[in-house]
């Protein structure tokens, strides 16, 4: 919707509601990370709003009070969006930007643009306009409400504007179909290309978004991959072949997951994540020094089980090291939060410390794997 007062679409406000299902302390984080990413998407935040409300208003998010505040801002400062924490609906968006007068998106919205905006290979733009396809969905009715004015007097449904939903409903059904068909067609491919390397063994970079996934691909694979300080850096998985103790086998890295992830660009994405799916051992990598590092651990753990590769045998790789050294400064710490074990390691990316250690216990691994892998397949081919 294009405002009436020539804001800046680059600039936004962030609103965030503080429940017993999120604390002020939570929503806070919640609203760093919303602000990092309108900051990928390459919008400037202004100013962020909270309130205490037990939950969203159903006409307009917040209370009206609140909505006068965030007005008088967006009216003063020519703020180009509002960009809030959690889903809106249909009518919330319009009731909203009928007092505003600007754009006003969600969350889910705005990781989607992000994504639209980081899609470079066909298989990535495919899914991207198909998991906007679903988003747009259940919202048409909102959008076509301008529509009803044409149905004055008739009282009774099939008026123009409802025909005019219904038509949009049929065409963005057939783009969907269609999207599904071509991505199908990408994913016998790609199940082709996974088999003809069936025999190697495959290890997959998991973890939460901007938790250093490429930059440790690029130490380990002596690649150059886009690895740059923004959510998102990588859509699509990455695939290399690495040689350690005589042994090769491949590694590829994955998009990042996120907190709050719309269901259905799970739903969407998740042919890109058979990788992971594939796997012999997930390297589960995650910002040791971010203050919410387990609750992203916990994120990751949910998404997996959700993709049905909660079983994977995993090794839990800490990284940051250095920054979280930073972090620390003047705090009690034990040194055994730091221990490196079989199962867990701690480095740091950038600084490349302990990344021999790393490839000590990697390798190891990848013997154990690649000989269980081997003695299935020759005693199946024995008994077969």
């Not at 037990?54 to 703020?79: A, C, H, N, R, S």
């Amino acid at each position: 919707m294009k405002s009436d007062n020539f804001n800046n679409s680059e600039t936004a406000i962030l609103v965030g509601l503080i429940n017993s299902s999120q604390s002020d302390t939570k929503v806070r984080d919640y609203l760093d990370e919303l602000e990092f990413l309108a900051f990928t998407r390459g919008i400037t935040t202004q100013k962020r709003i909270t309130q205490h409300l037990p939950y969203p208003d159903p006409k307009f998010f917040v209370g009206k009070g609140k909505l006068q505040e965030i007005k008088e801002f967006v009216i003063q400062q020519k703020t180009g969006q509002v960009i809030f924490d959690d889903d809106l609906s249909p009518s919330q968006v319009r009731n909203i930007e009928r007092e505003l007068k600007c754009k006003i998106i969600d969350r889910s919205q705005l990781i989607i643009e992000i994504f639209a905006q980081r899609a470079k290979t066909a298989r990535a733009t495919l899914q991207v306009q198909l998991a906007n396809y679903q988003y747009l969905m259940p919202r048409l009715t909102g959008m076509w409400t301008h529509l009803s004015k044409q149905k004055g007097g008739i009282g009774v449904r099939g008026g123009p504007g409802e025909t005019e939903i219904e038509t949009d409903r049929r065409v963005i059904r057939n783009k969907i179909s269609l999207l599904k068909e071509k991505l199908s067609k990408i994913d016998k491919q790609s199940i082709t290309q996974r088999k003809s390397r069936k025999s190697l063994v495959r290890v997959s970079l998991v973890g939460y978004t901007n938790v250093g996934k490429s930059t440790l691909m690029n130490l380990l694979a002596k690649t150059n991959i886009l690895a740059e300080d923004k959510l998102f850096a990588t859509l699509d998985p990455t695939v290399r072949k690495v040689v350690i103790n005589n042994i090769p086998f491949l590694i590829s890295d994955t998009v990042g997951f996120i907190r709050k992830l719309p269901h259905h660009l799970i739903e969407s994405f998740k042919s890109t994540l058979d990788e992971i799916r594939d796997s012999d051992l997930l390297l589960h990598v995650v910002d040791f020094s971010h203050p919410s590092a387990e609750e992203q651990m916990t994120v990751v753990k949910q998404t997996l089980i959700e993709m049905g590769c909660g079983e994977k045998n995993v090794l839990t790789v800490y990284n940051k090291l250095d920054k979280w050294r930073e972090r620390i400064v003047g705090e009690e710490k034990l040194t055994s939060e730091i221990q490196n074990t079989s199962e867990s390691i701690y480095i740091s990316a950038t600084q490349k410390e302990n990344i021999d250690t790393l490839k000590i216990i990697l390798g190891k691994k990848i013997e154990e794997i690649y000989h269980a892998n081997y003695n299935r397949l020759y005693f199946n081919g024995v008994s077969g």
